[in-house]
C-alpha cells in the first residue's frame, strides 16, 4: 500500500485558507450591468503573472470543487463553449483541495485521470453529487462509486493515495495561493487574468469575459 500524506495537505490547507474563501458566490450584476462595465472591471491580474507557455494557444485554467453548487451549474457553459474554442486555448481543470473534506474530491480527480476514465468520472461525480444527491464525502465513499462505473476499487485507491496525486494536490494549492483564487469557480486566462463570479457579475458571465479578452489585439 502506498503512504497517504494526509497531515501536510491538512497544514497547507489550513495555512492557505487565510487566502482563499470557501464556494462562495459575490451577490451578481444583472447581465444589462456587466454589459456597460469595461472589460478591465471584469477580471483581475493575478497576484505573480507567469508567462503564458502555451506554445500558440492561450491558457485557460479552471479552478473548481466537486461539491460547489456553483462549479456544477457551470459546467453546463463550459462545455459547449470549450467545444467552440478548444482550438484556440490550452484548457486545464485544476480541483482546489485547500480544506480537508475536498482533499479526497482532488484526489478521486487525480486517480481517475491517472487510470485513464477522467472525463466519465469528472461528469458523473458532479451528476451524483448534485442531482442525485448522493454523500460521496470519504474516501471509502468515493472508490465505492468509482467501483460502480467500472473502475477496479483497489486500483482507484492505490491511485487516490499515490505519491504522485499527493504532489499533484499541493501544486495545485500552491497554484491557488500564486494567483490570489478566492472562490470557486475561478478561470486564470494567460497566467495573467483571473475571473471569478464577482467580477464577471455572475458564473454564467465569465466565460464571456474570457472571449472578450481573447479577442483583444
Known sequence: MIARFVQP?????VVLLMFVGGCSQAPQMEVSELAEQ??????????????????????????????????????????????????????????VGLKPEWVDHARAFYAAQMLGGASSFHEAFYAAIHQQKRDLHSATQITQF????????A???????????????????????RYGVNRTPSLVLGGK???????AGGYENMLDVVEGLIKQP
Not at 495537505?9 to 490547507?13: A, H, S, T, V
Not at 477580471?43 to 503573472?49: C, E, R
Not at 506554445?55 to 459546467?75: D, S, T, V
Not at 504522485?164 to 495561493?177: M, P, Q
Request: some cysteine.
Open 9 to 13: 495537505l491538512w497544514l497547507i490547507g
Open 38 to 95: 469595461p472589460i478591465e472591471f471584469s477580471y483581475t491580474l493575478v497576484k505573480q503573472v507567469d508567462e503564458d507557455d502555451a506554445q500558440g494557444k492561450i491558457r485557460l485554467i479552471n479552478f473548481f470543487w466537486y461539491g460547489c453548487p456553483h462549479c456544477n451549474a457551470f459546467q453546463e457553459h463550459l462545455q459547449p463553449w470549450l467545444t467552440e474554442w478548444g482550438d484556440k486555448i490550452q484548457y486545464r481543470a485544476v480541483p
Open 146 to 153: 468509482a467501483a460502480s462505473l467500472g473502475f477496479d476499487a
Open 155 to 177: 486500483e482507484f485507491t492505490q491511485a487516490m493515495n499515490a505519491q504522485s496525486t499527493e504532489a499533484a494536490i499541493l501544486a495545485d494549492n500552491a497554484l491557488v495561493r
Open 193 to 199: 487574468y483571473l475571473i471569478s463570479p464577482s467580477t
